[in-house]
């Protein structure tokens, strides 16, 4: 079955008793037993429902996984893979990550135990000197957020067998559209599917697909235990983003080309990251192991922070608003917004300044999109 077929078949089963072409909402905390722990397969709904395993079966299918695990968010699903190390366990980071996952990392696991190196992941050769006998797994974004680089997966997954390590890849960005870490080496693969997966921007939600029978036993424990699980009804959202998943992304895709190359003409813009240019580090990685390039944007304007507060209050099709990935275009200021709880020393080095700001690429018609933002930095 293609990649596109898949997003509107994959993983899922017939409905049995009245032939529902959509998998059902089974808004159900429990179920009915014929006898003591004798019943039709679901006991519990923390523990399983039907609606979540429709949608786990889905992001396992797109991954080409054997498992998937669904969450009440991104962070959720991080959380549960956080917890399957003890006390002096290293986990070695990207250095430019979501805002979210350094806090979660920092102040909540750090004082569990854990340690955290956070490394540019773009330079392999490196990377052999931070792992230790304590070190367990390394933790990717590619294409980071927000500055847009592009780490070699493959490159990383040699490196992560020859130590035997754990490789984990937090996919949110590319989308399996784009990109498929465990055809290029990851364990265990992550979405925050609120964002592209969804689509719509009206559902918190996070997914994990795998395939190793061990590792999927360990979380699946975790998923019940801790109880973070997503409801049914956003289940159903996001599987029914899911759906239209390919025909979004591919104009993700061309509306971001466009206005890629727009800035970057732009007299007034400074830097623009984007991994389709040829001269973006990393771009014959992006080339080899993504179908295409994303429809994130990050670019520096001319100014100071007075300059990006004006620009980024003048949007009036782009909104200003935390999060990414829905079919509306956002712009995001990463330095006060979703990059706020990284200390600014630390920002600073990765080039997350007061003067970067970062476009969720929709999919409106594009000469909306450039107009828009040529009279909000204009």
Not at 34 to 39: D, F, Q, R, T, Y
Not at 124 to 140: A, G, P, Q, R
Not at 297 to 319: A, C, E, H, Q, W
């Amino acid at each position: 079955m293609k990649f596109n077929t898949k997003t509107i078949h994959g993983g899922q089963i017939k409905e049995k008793a009245y032939g529902a072409v959509m998998p059902p909402i089974y808004q159900t905390s429990t179920y009915s037993q014929k006898s003591p722990g004798e019943h039709s397969g679901y006991e519990y709904s923390r523990t399983q429902n039907p609606t979540r395993h429709a949608l786990e079966r889905s992001i396992a299918s797109l991954e080409n996984a054997k498992y998937g695990l669904a969450f009440s968010s991104g962070l959720s699903a991080i959380d549960a893979i956080m917890k399957l190390f003890s006390p002096g366990d290293e986990i070695i980071s990207t250095n430019d990550l979501y805002g979210g996952s350094y806090r979660l990392f920092e102040k909540v696991f750090k004082k569990f135990g854990l340690k955290f190196v956070f490394t540019d992941l773009r330079n392999l050769n490196e990377i052999e000197n931070l792992i230790s006998s304590k070190t367990k797994l390394i933790w990717v974004e590619t294409p980071t957020n927000p500055m847009i680089n592009i780490v070699d997966i493959e490159g990383l997954s040699k490196i992560c067998k020859t130590n035997n390590l754990l490789l984990a890849v937090d996919n949110t960005f590319s989308t399996p559209f784009l990109q498929k870490p465990i055809d290029l080496g990851a364990d265990i693969v992550m979405h925050s599917a609120t964002k592209f997966l969804a689509g719509h921007s009206d559902v918190i939600l996070g997914l994990l697909a795998l395939s190793r029978d061990e590792l999927a036993e360990k979380l699946f424990f975790m998923q019940n235990s801790s109880g973070a699980i997503c409801g049914p009804m956003d289940s159903f959202l996001t599987l029914r983003g899911i759906k239209t998943l390919h025909v979004r992304m591919q104009r993700h895709c061309e509306n971001a080309r466009v206005i890629a190359n727009y800035l970057k003409k732009h007299d007034k813009v400074d830097n623009v990251y984007w991994p389709g240019f040829e001269n973006h580090p990393n771009h014959n990685i992006a080339k080899s192991q993504m179908n295409d390039f994303g429809g994130m944007i990050s670019f520096t304007v001319k100014g100071n922070f007075d300059l990006v507060k004006r620009i980024t209050s003048s949007f009036k099709v782009f909104t200003l608003a935390e999060s990414l990935g829905g079919v509306e275009s956002l712009v995001n200021h990463p330095a006060t917004m979703t990059h706020a709880s990284i200390p600014k020393e630390e920002r600073d080095k990765i080039g997350i300044t007061d003067n970067l700001i970062r476009l969720s690429v929709g999919i409106e018609d594009i000469s909306d999109l450039v107009d828009d933002i040529e009279q909000a930095i204009n």
